[in-house]
């Protein structure tokens, strides 16, 4: 089946750095995007590609694939960047698939 | 400024059909490197691909949803929409309505997409 596993949760101290990681069969031959989501609020796209940050993401968010792992890396982590995290991809069977989410605590 | 806004009754009852409208404003759905997604997520889960539509008609669904799932476009009205029949309580969801990149090829052969523009969302209880 199509899936992208990511771990349920993670914590970074405050100005540390943190990476989440996403695994799936299909990062073989897709790269993932990556979506924050704040409670109560829409996912908003943060990296796509192979390292693309959409205007207005700031430059502490970055990506990075290695086979069948992608990865999300906060360098600096901040208080906002608090939230879950969702790795997202092409498919070739399914058109898209979005991993379960990883949520961010900022201590 | 784009702005995609979903639209349709907040609650449906058990066995009935949920219909969603999502409006694209300051822009053209008409735009060929876009597709046109729906996307749900259940209370405190994670998020769910439900189809995708392009202005052309073309269409991929999610294979668990596909045999209840009708979509449609209306070109004229900028507009998408989204029908699932036979909903259960496992419908229940906060349904959102999204643009998706045209698939690009990256200098190392592999595909890359991504969904750059997201509607609010719009919360649909099954009851």
């Known amino acids: 089946s199509s899936e992208l596993t990511q771990d349920p949760s993670v914590s970074v101290a405050l100005g540390q750095t943190v990476r989440i990681t996403c695994q799936g069969a299909?990062?073989?031959?897709?790269?993932a995007s990556w979506y924050q989501q704040k409670p109560g609020q829409a996912p908003l796209l943060v990296v796509f590609?192979?390292?693309n940050r959409p205007s207005g993401i700031p430059d502490r968010f970055s990506g990075s694939s290695s086979g069948t792992t992608a990865s999300l890396t906060i360098t600096g982590a901040q208080a906002e960047d608090e939230a879950d995290y969702y790795c997202?991809?092409?498919?070739?069977?399914?058109?898209?698939?979005f991993g379960g989410g990883t949520k961010v605590t900022v201590l | 400024q784009l702005h995609l806004q979903a639209s349709g009754p907040g609650l449906v009852k058990p066995s009935a059909t949920l219909s969603l409208t999502c409006t694209l404003s300051?822009?053209?759905?008409?735009?060929?490197?876009?597709?046109w997604a729906w996307i749900r997520q259940s209370p405190d889960k994670g998020l769910e691909w439900i189809a995708t539509?392009?202005?052309?008609?073309?269409?991929d669904y999610n294979p668990s949803l596909e045999s209840r799932l009708i979509t449609s476009v209306d070109t004229s009205k900028n507009q998408f929409s989204l029908s699932l029949t036979s909903v259960t309580a496992t419908d229940t969801a906060t349904y959102y309505c999204?643009?998706?990149?045209?698939?690009?090829?990256?200098?190392?052969?592999?595909?890359?997409?991504?969904?750059?523009?997201w509607g609010q969302g719009t919360l649909v209880t099954v009851s």
């Open positions: 299909t990062l073989e031959n897709y790269y």
């Open positions: 300051g822009g053209s759905i008409i735009n060929s490197r876009y597709f």
């Open positions: 590609g192979e390292n």
């Open positions: 997202g991809s092409r498919d070739n069977s399914v058109d898209w698939v």
């Open positions: 999204a643009r998706l990149s045209k698939t690009q090829v990256a200098d190392t052969g592999k595909g890359y997409a991504w969904i750059d523009l």
């Open positions: 539509v392009h202005h052309t008609g073309g269409t």
